[in-house]
């Protein structure tokens, strides 16, 4: 085969640019949307301070220099040019650069962590570079210490909070912002009756548009974004060019110096409204994993198949390349026995990973050049305007829709209504995420997650949390009633965030890209300094609305440590408590333990040993099912895991027992909701694995385990193009392939259970039963038994810690979901054990 030749007769750099513009066009309605909005409130904000605003024009300019210099150093140099850098496989936010540091540092707090996990693809992606002495120093200090793991785990959750907050403050002051261009059409005190019933109206219909999935109206939310920016772009130049040309000057950070110098502490304070022109920067970050799903998958695949018409590639392979922002999933969707090279698979996973350019350029093409010098225009022409109108009779002359020309205010006020409704969509979207994330990671509660979109992966919406954000949100709107008091609290919950951040990058410099300590050490010093002063701005407004962020964060991180701490309790009292699988081999029929026909499944979070809710089980009700599977669902810090890695399958005991361990690992992104497939999947796991030990193949030990267990990864049915299926059906048997066997369930008036396994001459006879038995088994049914715990606090426990656990975490296991829902189980097929743990 011809490289060169192949790789001219393939336009991939070509088509590469249009696919990365076509997402930079995406990226502006899925993340841009709250930072494009914020000339709406800036201004107004900043000079809602005792702040004259001076013939001069010393305030006006200086306010403009902040702006530009803020938004040029915070999310330009900050976000798009290095934090998008730091993505977890695709995904961003605070949990994201937690997970990332887990994986590297071992610092995680998952209780059932296991050395299996970190031969996921995730785990080993760059785990070949070398530490320096000081990155290695650092993290055999946060591996020891178990306080410093604790804070670590506080300072994401403190993030996670502060994100939470904003889903309650962003969408209050973006739509508040928007309806206030009514209050230059009404007479005086008039608007105040109008604006907050029409933001009510506007803020309840948005969180109501959450059950119907936003999918629908999605491929409107950029072109919404983008005719607000050019039309805010637009008056900028307009202003600019009647008003003051000369504003530019403005740009010099002497004005900064001249301002602060000016105004003093009045000005400092008035920091706090800057703030606002960097609102949605985080989002940037934190939405990086949504924008993907939206849009990478979508056009990642489509021209796949033209690629592969040339090639003779027959068989189903993954193909993953790890890029600087994102991992980019290249399939062969034919079928067949394998004809390819491995210069060819590579070649095309390579031309494809040229082709698919990371959404992180996406993203720094959209800021770089769309969002950034519309941003930049629009603050510049509402300095150009203030600063030949020097008469402010009241706060909102100084606003946003005072430099719209008189003509145009309307059309104006339609679309900043349509952008601050979009911008909101993104924060509300996000907070969704975040606490799916947590609730994986187990830092929250169970919640009701509802799938809204059949075709984009990750479209969620969680009805507990999308009306609580709504009973805040209209809270905090008619609270306040203006955009002062909502401003200064949106101001503090967005620089917290962004200062975790910067705490988290510091630890990733070193410890996850290896990099000198130095350069850590310039970052978190000259952006932390930055961020610094703003929050101290910000926070000295306790009492102007500024409480409110942090009253919620603290009641947020209250919830999520007491489930978090409840949780890894009763974890604890699993693993002392832990029967010995020996204790499993003595039962026999002469102790009255009976089998029963059907699959048992016995859920436990523990992967080793046998539960304490088995022994409870069988001492109340002594018989068992013929096929006994010992369950554990589990969370691991890692986005996604690939359906090839997601089982890990293990034999407890001798063959003739028929019991199973089987640990189905998930990213905390990853989706578990359909029962009736993940049925099917650990069946057949556990088919493949009998089969597999029967060929003599080797398995990988996981770790040093009891003798009596060999865990080996065995991935979902439809990783396996020769591995064994599950065919149900009522009727006769439909056609089989001839390069399959079949083994059946004996005849029953009920619906008919088969194994169709790849032919092969040397299966053993007992595999053949073992799979026959299996499939009787899965024929007659499956139970699933698990445990109802309630955890009280042992005797002799400091006073906080009964708090926490006979009050916090009780009640909040009794308002929760139940486990059976979160673990997708079927309600008439489960049976739950009650137990009192003591911890």
């Known amino acids: 085969m011809d490289i060169e030749s192949w790789g001219r007769q393939n336009p991939i750099k070509k088509e590469s640019w249009r696919t990365v513009i076509a997402l930079a066009y995406q990226s502006l309605g899925v993340v841009y949307g709250d930072l494009s909005t914020s000339p709406l409130y800036v201004y107004k904000s900043t000079f809602a301070e005792d702040i004259q605003h001076s013939e001069s024009n010393d305030e006006i300019f200086g306010v403009l220099s902040f702006v530009f210099w803020t938004l040029t150093l915070i999310p330009l140099l900050k976000y798009v040019f290095i934090v998008l850098r730091a993505d977890d496989n695709g995904e961003g936010g605070t949990f994201a650069l937690y997970s990332l540091l887990c994986r590297y540092t071992r610092v995680s707090t998952l209780p059932n962590g296991q050395l299996a996990d970190e031969d996921l693809y995730e785990y080993k992606n760059d785990r070949n570079l070398s530490a320096d002495r000081i990155g290695m120093s650092l993290k055999s200090t946060l591996e ?15 993030g996670t909070c502060m994100v939470i907050g904003d889903g309650v403050l962003t969408p209050a002051i973006s739509v508040f912002s928007a309806v206030s261009g009514l209050e230059l059409s009404m007479a005086k005190h008039h608007h105040q009756y109008v604006e907050v019933p029409v933001a009510c109206v506007i803020l309840v219909f ?15 939310f950029a072109p919404i974004v983008i005719t607000w920016l050019l039309c805010i772009s637009a008056i900028g130049v307009y202003n600019i060019i009647h008003w003051n040309p000369h504003v530019y000057q403005a740009l010099s950070p002497y004005y900064m110096y001249k301002f602060l110098k000016k105004t003093q502490r009045g000005g400092w304070m008035s920091l706090g409204g800057i703030l606002l022109c960097i609102t949605g920067s985080e989002a940037m970050f934190a939405d990086l994993g949504h924008f993907s799903q939206l849009s990478i998958k979508k056009s990642a695949f489509k021209s796949v198949p033209h690629i592969l018409e040339d090639t003779e590639l027959m068989c189903v392979k993954l193909f993953i390349v790890k890029m600087r922002f994102s991992t980019v999933v290249l399939f062969n969707v ?14 095309l996973a390579t031309a494809n990973s040229t082709k698919i350019l990371t959404r992180g350029a996406s993203l720094q093409i959209a800021f770089t050049f769309v969002v950034y010098p519309s941003l930049i225009l629009a603050y510049m022409g509402q300095a150009a305007y203030l600063s030949k109108h020097h008469v402010i009779a009241s ?38 995420s975040i606490i799916k994330q947590c609730s994986a990671l187990g830092c929250f509660p169970r919640v009701k997650i509802v799938h809204t979109s059949s075709k984009i992966h990750g479209q969620i919406y969680i009805p507990e949390v999308n009306w609580t954000l709504m009973v805040l949100c209209l809270a905090v709107t008619i609270g306040f009633r203006d955009t002062k008091h909502i401003s200064n609290a949106s101001g503090l919950a967005v620089i917290t965030v962004m200062l975790v951040t910067t705490c988290f990058m510091s630890l990733v410099i070193v410890l996850c890209w290896h990099k000198n300590v130095l350069f850590a050490i310039c970052f978190t010093f000259f952006f932390g300094s930055i961020e610094a002063l703003y929050f101290s701005a910000s926070l000295i407004k306790f009492l102007e609305g500024a409480w409110v962020p942090i009253v919620l964060s603290f009641i947020f991180l209250a919830v999520m440590y007491s489930w978090h701490y409840g949780t890894l309790k009763k974890y604890e009292f699993d693993v002392e408590n832990k029967i010995p699988i020996n204790w499993l081999l003595t039962l026999s029929p002469n102790l009255g333990i009976t089998r029963v026909r059907g699959i048992g499944l016995i859920h436990t979070e523990l992967v080793t040993g046998i539960p304490a809710i088995f022994s409870h089980f069988i001492t109340n009700l002594p018989a068992f099912h013929q096929v006994l599977v010992f369950l554990c669902i589990k969370s691991v810090p890692v986005p996604h895991v690939r359906p090839e890695e997601r089982f890990l399958v293990g034999r407890i005991g001798p063959k003739e027992y028929r019991v199973y361990r089987c640990i189905a690992r998930y990213g905390y992104r990853d989706i578990h909701m359909d029962d009736v497939e993940f049925e099917k999947d650990l069946v057949c796991s556990i088919g493949e694995f009998i089969r597999s030990e029967g060929r003599g193949q080797s398995f990988e030990a996981v770790e040093d385990i009891d003798a009596n267990e060999r865990l080996t990864v065995i991935g979902t049915t439809s990783t396996h193009i ?58 007659a049914g499956m139970a699933f038994i698990l445990g109802h715990c309630y955890v009280r606090a042992k005797r002799g426990s400091s006073l906080i810690k009964k708090l926490v656990i006979n009050i916090g975490y009780d009640f909040l296991r009794r308002n929760c979901r139940g486990p059976t829902y979160a673990l997708s189980f079927p309600q008439a097929s489960t049976l739950e054990v009650g137990m009192i743990y003591h911890v």
């Open 395 to 432: 706060d909102y002359h100084i606003g946003f829709y005072v430099s719209v020309p008189e003509k145009l205010r309307y059309p104006v006020l339609a679309i900043a209504i349509l952008a601050a409704v979009v911008g909101s969509q993104a924060i509300i979207t996000g907070t969704f």
């Open 206 to 220: 948005l969180f109501f548009l959450q059950h119907y999935g936003t999918h629908r109206l999605g491929f409107l």
């Open 722 to 779: 020769d591995g064994i299926r599950i065919c149900e059906e009522n009727g006769e048997l439909t056609h089989v392939d001839t390069e399959m066997i079949e083994i059946s369930s004996p005849e029953v008036p009920r619906k008919r259970v088969r194994f169709l396994v790849p032919e092969s001459p040397q299966m053993d006879l007992s595999v053949r039963e073992e799979l026959q038995e299996l499939m009787e088994a899965r024929e």
């Open 144 to 158: 020891k210490h178990r306080f410093l793991k604790k804070i670590l785990l506080i300072l994401a959750l403190i």
């Open 334 to 347: 034919n079928k067949g026995p394998c004809r390819c090279t491995k210069l060819k698979c590579f070649m």
